[in-house]
């Protein structure tokens, strides 16, 4: 979910690798299909998010919105969900992490593949970034940044 110039954040999960030292070099497809060099900026396992600066890549600064329970959220999938899926925020609880967190309860269908996929409000502003899905569907849990991470 790119936030503006070279600064993706995403789920700390889909940049962490197992066991350390194992995983491929990190790189971006941005949506024409080019592929960027990246490297991670910070990681907070604990939240599931991650920033990572993407080489020769420049987006718009996204514009934010606190989430509230009861708006309606969207956000846009690749695969395995391609698409445009919606949902309402059922609740905005802070995150015990130290970091300036909340999560997001959703009803917006989330499937393996989706972490990191940004979520927006109606007005198109960002709420949160995907993080895991809960076992009851649908729906999920988004973590919203309120501040940057350690």
């Known amino acids: 979910m790119a936030v503006g110039g070279a600064i993706v954040l995403t789920a700390a999960h889909a940049v962490r690798c197992d066991p350390p030292g194992t995983a491929p070099e990190l790189v971006v497809v941005d949506a024409a299909g080019i592929v960027h060099g990246a490297s991670v900026r910070w990681r907070a396992d604990a939240i599931d998010l991650a920033e990572i600066e993407v080489e020769a890549f420049s987006a718009p600064r996204a514009t934010y919105a606190r989430p509230r329970a009861g708006a309606i959220i ?70 919203s940044v309120l501040g940057r991470a350690p």
């Open 74 to 143: 969207c956000s846009e999938h690749a695969g395995p969900t391609a698409g445009r899926a919606c949902g309402l925020i059922t609740t905005v609880g802070e995150f015990p992490s130290g970091a300036v967190t909340v999560d997001i309860f959703h009803t917006l269908p989330v499937a393996p593949g989706n972490s990191g996929s940004g979520v927006y409000d109606a007005a198109g502003k960002l709420v949160g970034v995907i993080t895991h899905h809960t076992l009851l569907q649908p729906g999920g849990l988004a973590s």
